[in-house]
C-alpha cells in the first residue's frame, strides 16, 4: 500500500509539475510597428494620406497597418493578403485614432496567440490650448491564429491603474476560446472614458 501511495503522490507531483511548467511558459515579447521597420506598401495616396505599411512579428507572423482618414486599423497573418483579409482589417473606431508602435505578443512557449496594443483615441469634447482634442488611451487585446484574428477585449489605460495587467490576463483568459463575429469584445475593468469612445457608434 505504501508503494502504490507512493507511486500515487509521484504522479501528483508531475501533474502539478506540468501544470505549473504550462503557466509558467505563457509570457511577452515585443515587436515594434514603427515606420523605420517596417515596409510601405505602395505609396501614399495624395488625396486623403492614406497609408498601408507591414511590419514583421513573431512566429513568422506580419503585422499589418492602414491608416485612412486619421484612422488605423491593425492586423496579423502569415502575409500581407491575409492579414488584409482578416475581421481585424476592418474593424475601425469612429473617432480619429492611432496606435502606439510597441506590440506586446502573449505566447505559451513560441506560440503567439494574442497581442496587446496601446491605442490613443481623439476625444473632440476635450480640445486642448489649440482647438485639437486631447486623446485617450486604451489598451486592445487581438486575437491570433489558429481562427480568425479579431479584436477580444478592451481595458481603458486612464481608469485602470493596472490596465496592463489586465490586458495580459484578458489576453490568457479569453484570447485562445473567443469567437470571431459571435463573441462580443469584453470590456475588461472600469469602462472609461477612452472604452466609451471606441465602442461609439
Known amino acids: 500500500m505504501k508503494h502504490i501511495a507512493g507511486i500515487g503522490l509521484a504522479v501528483l507531483v508531475i501533474c502539478i509539475g506540468l501544470n505549473s ?5 505563457v509570457g511577452s515579447t515585443y515587436t515594434s510597428t514603427a515606420p523605420r521597420d517596417c515596409r510601405q506598401i505602395g505609396k501614399p495616396n495624395e488625396l486623403d494620406g492614406s497609408t498601408t505599411r507591414a511590419c514583421p512579428g513573431k512566429a513568422g507572423f506580419l503585422v499589418l497597418i492602414a491608416e485612412d482618414d486619421l484612422r ?12 488584409a483579409e482578416e475581421p481585424a482589417a476592418k474593424i475601425w473606431f469612429a473617432p480619429f485614432n492611432s496606435s502606439e508602435t510597441t506590440i506586446e505578443w502573449r505566447a ?3 506560440k503567439p496567440f494574442a497581442i496587446i496594443q496601446r491605442w490613443h483615441i481623439a ?28 479584436h477580444v477585449a478592451y481595458v481603458d489605460a486612464i481608469a485602470n491603474p493596472t490596465a496592463n495587467e489586465l490586458a495580459r490576463k484578458a489576453a490568457d483568459d479569453f484570447a485562445r476560446g473567443f469567437a470571431c463575429g459571435k463573441d ?9 472614458r477612452a472604452v466609451g469612445l471606441a465602442t461609439m457608434r
Open 108 to 110: 505559451a512557449g513560441a
Open 184 to 192: 462580443e469584445v469584453k470590456i475588461i475593468g472600469t469602462r472609461g
Open 21 to 25: 511548467a504550462d503557466a509558467q511558459s
Open 72 to 83: 488605423e486599423s491593425v492586423s496579423v497573418g502569415r502575409n500581407r493578403r491575409e492579414a
Open 123 to 150: 476625444d473632440n469634447s476635450d480640445p486642448d490650448k489649440q482647438g485639437r482634442p486631447n486623446t485617450k488611451a486604451m489598451l486592445v487585446v487581438t486575437r491570433l491564429p489558429p481562427g480568425s484574428v479579431c
